[in-house]
């Protein structure tokens, strides 16, 4: 039995308590002994969950290189908040925990614009936790931020869910015990694309890498040179570039220059955009093979389908599965009917990271942060967008297939936004590295 | 070396007319990055309406001078005597205003204009392949610098924005509406903003903060060529394009530092910049 099942009186008693002495006492982590009902003060617990609603803070990049992608997650956070508070069929068929709400309360969010800066993501957090006592936070586009936020989360004590975040690091040296992520990262996504592309492309080919200069950057290029020395290929030169590049060419004269036969472009969000349109312009697509391996939302749209097409990379979600997976097609349904498109993958990584967090809800019975954290860790299978998944235990990481892609021809296209073919669907247990082969270490419960 | 001759000359284009609207004016314009963003978007709606990339840049141009008419009576000169930091606000949230309005008109996704059909491909230089537009953006803007100059330099009006420069009261006391000047030159600076977005767009697809790194360099290269100082800010452009090109063949990842080192550089040894004077008082 929880505080919520408790009669009216002592439940009325320990609402008007609570906010007495939240604000004052909560944050610093005292024990209240006139509350212990079940579960001593943790975090924002009790506060944030002693009313009728709970709070959910988003962070994401609104402005600057990755804001397409943040403006899409804001998407599937609002549309499965929608869901969890109507008691939305979807959410049933995704779990049938679920019903109306999460514990019976209503789900409310704010939304901040992160910029991808993990010290102005960090602050908005740190304000969703301080002034409305957040139960849950999330979004991402860049590990950068991700892994500021998983700091955060693990010293404030607030449960956090990653929304795009590719670095192998945001479960591996940088996990904690408070975070969770559902989308594909480096490992998975190079072990899932590299055996394609050295049948498609061949053997012993030499690589051109175009990395952004952080976290994610560089463990997809680890990831992918490891996973592709199978097949013989050898690095022929690496252009580091920082977040937010408009100019191209400076790297892009190294590339044309290095003797490569393929590129790799690991540029993710309108750097990936301006990269891959500059490499046209200097003649490198066309001359050496390009290859997408973490691929961003709207990439096809930005560039256009001619450059895309022929191109092999990997993604979390395409909507175009929704003829293989039915709870895509209603969740793509469910997408366009609200916002007159389809939805790309932060929205759908968005959507489900907020239903398998109100599951874990549900199953631990309260918002208590270490029994939602074990119920996460006892790897319940869900079912997602893209079949059953469940959370690994050991390192908070979601085990789910990789989606490998390739470019559709713009004649093959049978709509505006079918831009690709979906190649491959890999099942996910197979492409995770070890949980502590990346140094993760989750650290305490309290 | 060549590669740094186009980014300088796009910097030195976009550095003009922030060079102009603070030597005349005497304001320092935190729009101007949005200014440059709006040239794009102008441009790239008149694209979409006639397809023909010389009415982008014509629109681009005439809208953004358009936009900086309307900005100057409306706004800014309520500020020419007003201080520093009140001018650098208003330009400042002017700026925003901008660009949270591009935002809500266009969204977040990057719109691109594809380069006229006879600039499009590559080009063979014998010691390198480089893409014809680029190439064709050192021309354009040489004769956008070159048309820039002969108005400042070479016509009544120019002598005129000159003159007020040195001495706004005495032009005045001549009979000759100075207010009125410094419109048009605010127009003008604006223009060139508007401009360089434009012919810029095939180059790299605009989003609405494209301006923001823009403008930062473009005040990096106002301060190394002398603030105020028209053949300065030209300088100073293709010194910036040529820096951040070298710096980017050996360790990309120093360009932007060594930039602002050099800027630093320049402070210390000429404190108002290379081709700059004394200063306004």
């Keep these: 039995m929880t505080v919520f099942d408790k009669p009216r009186t002592r439940r009325a008693f320990l609402q008007a308590g609570s906010v007495l002495a939240g604000g004052a006492l909560l944050p610093s982590g005292l024990i209240l002994p006139a509350f212990a009902a079940e579960h001593p003060a943790l975090g924002t617990y009790p506060a944030g969950s002693s009313g009728d609603s709970v709070f959910v803070g988003i962070s994401v990049p609104r402005t600057g290189t990755y804001a397409a992608s943040g403006e899409d997650l804001i998407k599937g956070y609002v549309l499965a908040i929608e869901h969890l508070n109507a008691g939305h069929d979807l959410m049933h068929k995704i779990s049938p925990n679920l019903k109306k709400g999460v514990l019976g309360k209503t789900v409310k969010y704010g939304i901040a614009d992160s910029q991808a800066k993990p010290n102005t993501a960090v602050q908005a957090l740190s304000k969703f936790i301080s002034e409305n006592k957040a139960v849950m936070m999330t979004g991402s586009v860049s590990s950068a931020e991700a892994v500021a936020n998983n700091k955060l989360a693990q010293r404030e004590k607030v449960i956090y869910l990653p929304g795009i975040s590719g670095s192998n690091d945001t479960t591996g040296k940088d996990c904690v015990r408070y975070s969770f992520r559902e989308c594909f990262y480096a490992e998975t996504a190079a072990k899932a694309i590299a055996p394609v592309l050295i049948k498609n492309i061949g053997k012993n080919k030499k690589i051109a890498f175009l990395t952004p200069d952080y976290t994610y950057g560089h463990t997809v290029r680890q990831s992918m040179e490891e996973h592709l020395k199978a097949g013989g290929w050898t690095v022929a030169t690496n252009q580091v570039s920082p977040l937010g590049t408009t100019d191209f060419s400076s790297y892009l004269l190294n590339v044309a220059n290095s003797g490569a036969d393929v590129v790799i472009n690991i540029n993710f969000g309108r750097d990936a955009v301006l990269s891959i349109k500059q490499a046209k312009d200097f003649g490198i697509i066309g001359k050496m093979t390009l290859v997408v391996p973490y691929n961003t939302p709207f990439l096809a749209k930005e560039v256009g389908a001619d450059i895309m097409a022929g191109v092999f990379a990997a993604t979390d979600y395409w909507w175009t599965l929704e003829e293989k997976f039915p709870l895509a097609k209603m969740f793509n349904d469910a997408f366009r009917g609200k916002y007159k498109s389809n939805p790309e993958w932060g929205a759908n990584a968005a959507y489900m990271q907020v239903a398998m967090w109100a599951d874990a809800v549900e199953r631990a019975k309260t918002f208590y942060p270490p029994e939602v954290i074990k119920a996460y860790e006892a790897g319940y299978k869900v079912q997602s967008t893209v079949g059953e998944v469940w959370f690994r235990g050991a390192d908070h990481q979601l085990v789910r297939p990789v989606i490998v892609t390739r470019g559709k021809k713009p004649a093959d296209m049978k709509g505006p936004d079918d831009y690709y073919d979906v190649v491959d669907v890999v099942p996910g247990e197979g492409l995770m590295q070890a949980p502590d082969a990346f140094g993760c270490k989750l650290g305490d419960y309290t | 070396m060549f590669n740094g001759l186009v980014l300088g000359a796009l910097l030195a284009l976009i550095s003009s007319g922030l060079t102009i609207i603070y030597g005349t004016l005497g304001v320092l314009n935190l729009a101007h990055g949005a200014m440059f963003m709006i040239g794009g978007y102008a441009g790239y709606v008149a694209y979409q309406l006639s397809g023909s990339f010389?009415?982008?840049?014509?629109?681009?141009?005439?809208?953004?001078?358009?936009?900086?008419?309307?900005?100057?009576?409306?706004?800014?000169?309520?500020?020419?005597?007003?201080?520093?930091?009140?001018?650098?606000?208003?330009?400042?949230?002017?700026?925003?205003?901008?660009?949270?309005?591009?935002?809500?008109?266009?969204?977040?996704?990057?719109?691109?204009?594809?380069?006229?059909?006879?600039?499009?491909?590559?080009?063979?230089?014998?010691?390198?392949?480089?893409p014809t537009y680029r190439l064709a953006v050192i021309g354009i803007v040489a004769i956008a610098l070159l048309v820039l100059y002969l108005l400042l330099y070479r016509t009544k009006l120019g002598m005129i924005v000159r003159a007020g420069i040195e001495d706004a009261v005495m032009v005045g006391s001549l009979g000759i509406n100075v207010y009125r000047v410094f419109m048009i030159v605010f127009g003008i600076g604006a223009m060139a903003a508007g401009f360089a977005g434009i012919v810029n767009v095939p180059v790299a697809p605009i989003t609405p903060d494209i301006g923001e790194a823009i403008l930062v360099e473009a005040f990096v290269v106002v301060v190394i060529g002398g603030v105020g100082s028209f053949p300065g800010a030209v300088l100073g452009g293709l010194i910036a394009g040529e820096i951040l090109s070298i710096t980017a063949m050996f360790d990309p990842s120093l360009s932007q530092a060594m930039l602002f080192a050099v800027m630093t550089l320049v402070l210390m040894l000429r404190p108002h910049g290379l081709l700059g004077s004394q200063g306004r008082s």
């Design chain 2, 54 to 130: 010389l009415v982008a840049i014509a629109a681009g141009a005439i809208f953004m001078m358009f936009v900086g008419i309307v900005m100057e009576r409306l706004i800014i000169r309520h500020f020419y005597s007003r201080p520093h930091e009140d001018q650098i606000l208003v330009t400042f949230g002017l700026g925003i205003v901008y660009v949270e309005t591009i935002r809500f008109f266009f969204g977040s996704l990057s719109k691109s204009v594809p380069a006229p059909s006879w600039a499009t491909g590559i080009t063979n230089l014998g010691f390198m392949i480089y």
